[in-house]
């Protein structure tokens, strides 16, 4: 059974960092490209960010504008989101997923990805 558990979300403010994590029980974690999406309040989920296996390639939303990174430690099969200088609009509900695509792509599309964490919320207060 495929569990993604998220951590590291909360309360900040304008212009603070987090780091969110999202631990795998994936057998094939070290092959299978990892997400990060995010959902707002009334609004629909969106593409965050994508890494593939090994980390050699990445994919990243256009409003990111190099504040967010994605990164993975397969040794410790986790997959980090680093965030910057955030913002109010940065405010929802942060998920991680797996995605089923092959292993050297870095997949945008909600539909690559049939595995998904509960997600963790993430506020920023201005």
């Known amino acids: 059974q495929v569990q993604l558990v998220e951590s590291g979300g909360g309360l900040v403010q304008t212009g603070d960092s987090l780091r969110l994590s999202c631990s795998a029980s994936?057998?094939?974690?070290?092959?299978?490209?990892m997400g990060w999406f995010r959902q707002a309040p009334g609004k629909e989920r969106e593409f965050i960010a994508s890494?593939?296996?090994?980390?050699?390639?990445?994919s990243y939303a256009d409003f990111v504008k190099e504040r967010f990174t994605i990164s993975r430690d397969n040794a410790k099969n986790t997959v980090y989101l680093q965030m910057n200088n955030l913002k109010a609009e940065d405010t929802a509900v942060y998920y991680c997923?797996?995605?089923?695509?092959?292993?050297?792509?870095?997949?945008?599309?909600?539909?690559?990805?049939?595995?998904w964490g509960q997600g963790t919320q993430v506020t920023v207060s201005s």
């Open positions: 994936l057998r094939t974690f070290d092959i299978s490209p």
């Open positions: 997923a797996a995605s089923s695509r092959p292993f050297s792509s870095a997949p945008v599309r909600i539909i690559d990805y049939p595995y």
């Open positions: 890494i593939n296996f090994n980390g050699g390639r990445t």
